[in-house]
């Protein structure tokens, strides 16, 4: 199959064709001029790397009902709030349920990896990894201990299992914590990542030691806060659906203008379902609402490739020949590819080279 429109990756925006032998790019190139004369089928469409889900909480996806008007501490704050109540009186056979169904849908809408905050200790961890199994998508799990203090032998048996540490925030998790946790993780390899001023501002020199690997959501930091995230080089996981729903919002034009790292997430599964692409629409178009607006390209490479050079696969981002990625193509118009990609982009435009998966016939 060859996909002839525009190509969105890691290095860039680009008009072009994509030869594809299964679900691999063996041949990419100017429109016109692919080596086949005519012989291969021909679609019209955008060509991008498949998206990542920067930040969930896909244990409360078992929870299907209207999250109560209140402070975002009150619902999802540790250890009262209604998340973890609704966590603990949960039995794991359920919840192991609801995070296969979480990720059964991500797959289907060609999400290939995600990054998770799984509460619960260990058993959190191996729930999660239970859900995962057979799921077609990369699941990245942040654990958090339980013991306070640190207990050393739990910690580093929840480091075995899972790729790194996931903390509340600095509000709630001391220095020595935070320290003892960033130090081991550092020391194995592993993430170290923690909310950050989400509900009030937290100082910056606070959350920023010991240096995080990733923070999520920052919508109450100065710009003298943001500035000194870009010079720390952090990356950034925003969350703007999430963040709406409790009357705040991330300044995406000022993340842009500085040049952050930035990530999209769709934070916790009680609240919002875990779709990239609805995140992708109500970021730009709540950006518009602020008259704060944000580029389409950025809000692309939140989705398709900042996330991938994170997890340090940054060939995962890249269209072309050899390259380990497995693109998606999506029919939609190509004039102004970015724009598409973040505004009109739904699984039903999906096309998945070398599945038997054809997609919508007509040529938009």
Not at 317 to 338: F, K, N, Q, Y
Request: contains cysteine.
């Amino acid at each position: 199959m060859i996909v002839e429109g525009a190509i969105v990756d890691r290095d860039g925006i680009r008009t072009g064709y994509v030869r594809f032998r299964g679900p691999r790019v063996i041949e990419v190139g100017a429109i016109g001029t692919d080596s086949t004369r005519g012989r291969v089928r021909r679609i019209h469409g955008i060509v991008v790397p498949p998206p990542v889900n920067s930040h969930t909480h896909l244990g409360d996806s078992v929870s299907s009902r209207e999250p109560p008007l209140g402070p975002v501490g009150d619902i999802v704050g540790s250890p009262t709030g209604l998340k973890f109540r609704l966590l603990s009186e949960t039995p794991r056979a359920r919840k192991v349920r609801a995070m296969r169904s979480a990720l059964a849908r991500m797959r289907r809408a060609a999400v290939a990896a995600t990054v998770d905050f799984r509460e619960e200790g260990l058993d959190g961890v191996r729930q999660l990894r239970e859900a995962s199994t057979g799921s077609g998508v990369d699941v990245r799990i942040l654990g958090r201990p339980l013991a306070r203090p640190v207990d050393p032998v739990e910690l580093d048996r929840l480091l075995k299992e899972c790729d790194g540490i996931g903390l509340s925030s600095s509000r709630e998790e001391g220095p020595e914590v935070r320290a003892t946790i960033a130090r081991r993780c550092r020391t194995l390899g592993k993430r170290y990542a923690l909310h950050a001023s989400e509900e009030v501002r937290e100082p910056v020199d606070r959350y920023l030691s010991p240096k995080p690997d990733l923070l999520v959501h920052l919508v109450k930091a100065t710009p003298d806060d943001l500035e000194a995230v870009g010079a720390a080089g952090v990356a950034v996981a925003v969350c703007p659906r999430s963040n709406a729903l409790f009357g705040r919002r991330p300044d995406l034009a000022r993340f842009e203008k500085l040049g952050l790292r930035m990530l999209l997430g769709t934070d916790n599964a009680m609240f919002h379902a875990p779709s990239i692409f609805r995140e992708l629409e109500f970021a730009y178009v709540s950006s518009r609402l602020m008259e704060r607006p944000v580029s389409p390209a950025y809000l692309a490479r939140a989705a398709f490739v900042t996330p991938w050079e994170w997890l340090g696969e940054p060939r995962k981002a890249e269209i072309a020949p050899g390259s380990p990625a497995t693109p998606i193509v999506l029919r939609l118009p190509t004039d102004d590819p970015a724009y598409q990609l973040v505004t009109r982009a739904t699984e039903h435009v999906i096309v998945r080279p070398g599945t038997d998966r054809p997609g919508p016939s007509s040529r938009p």
